[in-house]
């Protein structure tokens, strides 16, 4: 669902300063406050180029592959399709059940590319310019989904098999009102599952909170060492939303707002970490390669966690945004570049937010083929690769043809940053 400079030097004359909370915690703020309408120079020469980041691209293509698959496998599951039999356990849980682990992933993304853009264009929390942080969120988020809403609902209203929400869940009416005020996941928590083009809405609502307070906050304590305690408070309150003795609903475990939020908050502390630092070639290998062990333990050996209880104490989603945390680290400071045969999912991570909110119809339309033919089970493979072009060519679309152009629409109405859009990092020479 940003942008930040890992290697600029301090501004003279420029605020600066340490606070000590753990090894996380390094120095945040180290220049300058910008105007309200340019990103940060550092270097007090023209504006920054922003550009994107292999890495983090290709970490968020994986994860809305694993969402992917993993909606397409309840599908399969809900029909009664016998595709599993015979596979390796772990193998199906890697390739289809990956999904809540691909949410908390994007959510470790977010937090630092919202922090570190932040740390870009407003320099300190004091003085981070509330109306225009609103407003650039407003932008990239609100003209998807308030189209996508319309569309939902015009499907529901039309009585489309899939789209239909029941009384049981509110109607149509309550989905609508909870999308607006960011608690889809309590909605379904509390009353029960939405269709799947409402049920995404869930992590949607969980960053939006984050959005929403996020500026607040900040501007309230102002205080580095302050705003770094909360972060760690969000952290440690994390696994356990996601215990079962804390928090007896399972569908709350998956979807409450602290249960996500301990992952945005070591996103933006990863930003706090990096700002204003360069990392050793060193440093660099040995935080891309620990970043890389936890992610491949968490997501290909996640059986083996939950044998040794970290499912249990809700630690094995902390493990993995650790995990992003430190390849975050390498990719953003290496300039890493992704070979050939990884481009196409930095390309579907590029578009991972018009394609997370627009891939139920590209899955729930091929499902409908794949079970008007006689659900075949030769055809499960194609199904799968289909569904992911499919959603890969629609979010593409959806983002080139619509989101970005009313993104920058918004941004040039406001007198805001038009150079960022589309941007997950700045490029400093």
């Keep these: 669902m ?13 605020w600066q300063g340490w606070f000590v909370a753990g090894p996380l915690i390094q120095r945040w703020f180290a220049a300058e406050s910008l105007s309200d309408t340019e990103p940060m120079n550092t270097y007090g020469k023209e504006k920054p180029r922003w550009n994107r980041v292999d890495g983090i691209d290709l970490m968020r293509g994986f994860s809305i592959l694993f969402v992917l698959m993993n909606h397409v496998n309840m599908r399969l599951l809900g029909a009664k399709v016998p595709y599993l039999k015979g596979l390796p356990l772990q193998l199906t849980y890697t390739l289809v059940w990956n999904g809540q682990f691909a949410v908390q992933m994007f959510f470790v993304i977010s937090g630092y590319l919202i922090t570190s853009t932040s740390i870009r264009r407003w320099g300190k929390p004091d003085t981070l310019n509330m109306r225009n942080f609103y407003l650039l969120r407003f932008a990239r988020i609100a003209p998807l989904m308030l189209l996508l809403l319309l569309v939902l609902s015009c499907l529901h209203l039309a009585h489309v098999p899939g789209f239909v929400v029941s009384d049981k869940t509110g ?12 608690h889809i996941g309590y909605l379904e928590a509390t009353r029960g599952y939405l269709p799947g083009g409402w049920d995404i809405l869930w992590s949607l609502s969980v960053e939006e909170m984050f959005y929403l307070f996020f500026p607040l906050v900040a501007r309230s304590i102002r205080k580095r060492w302050l705003l770094a305690c909360v972060l760690i408070l969000f952290v440690i309150a994390g696994p356990f939303a996601r215990m079962k003795a804390f928090n007896p609903n399972p569908v709350w475990r998956e979807y409450s707002y602290l249960g996500g939020m301990d992952g945005i908050a070591l996103g933006c502390l990863t930003a706090m970490v990096l700002s204003g630092r360069r990392l050793s070639r060193g440093a660099m290998l040995t935080a891309g390669s620990a970043g890389a062990a936890l992610i491949v333990f968490t997501l290909c050996f996640s059986i083996q966690g939950y044998k040794w209880g970290l499912g249990a104490v809700g630690l094995n989603f902390t493990i993995l945004a650790l995990g992003v945390c430190l390849a975050i680290m390498a990719a953003s400071q290496s300039r890493w570049k992704a070979p050939k045969l990884l481009a196409p999912f930095v390309v579907l991570g590029q578009r991972s937010y018009e394609i997370y909110l627009t891939h139920m119809f590209a899955v729930l339309a ?4 794949f079970v008007h033919f006689g659900k075949p089970l030769k055809g499960v493979p194609v199904l799968f690769v289909l569904a992911l072009i499919l959603a890969g060519i629609v979010g593409w679309t959806v983002a080139v043809v619509y989101a970005e152009p009313m993104n920058l629409l918004i941004r040039r109405r406001f007198g805001l940053d038009a150079n960022s859009v589309g941007a997950a990092h700045p490029y400093v020479d």
């Excluded at 091929?366 to 083929?369: G, K, R, S």
């Design 2 to 14: 940003g942008n930040h400079s890992l290697i600029h030097a301090p501004s003279s004359g420029g």
């Design 171 to 182: 109607g149509l009416g309550e989905a609508l009102f909870a999308a607006l005020t960011f």
């Design 366 to 369: 091929l499902f409908t083929v």
